[in-house]
């Protein structure tokens, strides 16, 4: 019998357990009577600027072209799609026509600033008389044509580097200026120029 006995929970375990479950149970109770500081995190600063992307659209990369103004309806027009998630930026493109490094061009023509609200945007060759001219009276040797597209404006060409500048866009939380970086892309064709047949 002693035995028995011994085996027995000690006196006040069920006390000390219903203790314990109230202490448990009220705990979070306690947290919403102390202090809470009313701002939980700080303002997010706003989205950074995206990476646009120049596509291909026509012709293919390497394609005929002809010299004179004898028969413009054998030329292809050029087209790329510019991809850009951010469809409010306003895109601007630069055509160049045999950009080297060796000097500061000026490009042949810039197009229109193109705002459409879309993500993917159709940009084409110029057709100012200036641009056709210095199509149409290319040697018949190859050459390159080069278009580049941002989504910022264009600095003054440098030993044939394009670049685009965006000033500050806003402000760190230490208080540092967030420089948003400008969005840059190209695409060069290569044109093997043929008099008219």
């Not at 997010?44 to 995206?50: A, Q, T, Y």
């Not at 003054?156 to 685009?164: H, Y």
Request: hydrophobic content about 35%; overall charge negative.
């Amino acid at each position: 019998m002693r035995n028995y006995l011994n085996l027995r929970a000690p006196k006040g375990t069920p006390a000390m357990a219903g203790m314990l479950l109230c202490v448990v149970a009220c705990a979070p109770l306690v947290g919403c009577l102390l202090p809470q500081d009313e701002q939980v995190i700080s303002q997010l600063p706003r989205k950074r600027n995206s990476p646009l992307k120049v596509v291909p659209l026509r012709p293919p990369l390497r394609t005929t072209f002809y010299s004179s103004n004898a028969c413009p309806s054998r030329n292809p027009s050029f087209e790329v799609a510019v991809e850009d998630p951010d469809v409010a930026d306003t895109l601007r493109s630069l055509w160049f026509i045999d950009l080297t490094s060796n000097a500061n061009p000026v490009p042949y023509a810039t197009t229109p600033r193109l705002s459409n609200n879309s993500v993917s945007r159709t940009v084409a060759a110029p057709t100012s008389l200036s641009f056709t001219n210095a199509l149409s009276n290319l040697s018949s040797e190859t050459h390159l044509l080069t278009v580049y597209v941002s989504d910022s404006e264009f600095d003054e060409v440098t030993n044939g580097n394009v670049t685009a500048s965006r000033p500050p866009a806003g402000f760190l939380s230490d208080g540092g200026p967030l420089l948003d970086t400008p969005s840059i892309d190209s695409y060069t064709w290569v044109l093997d120029v043929e008099a008219c047949p």
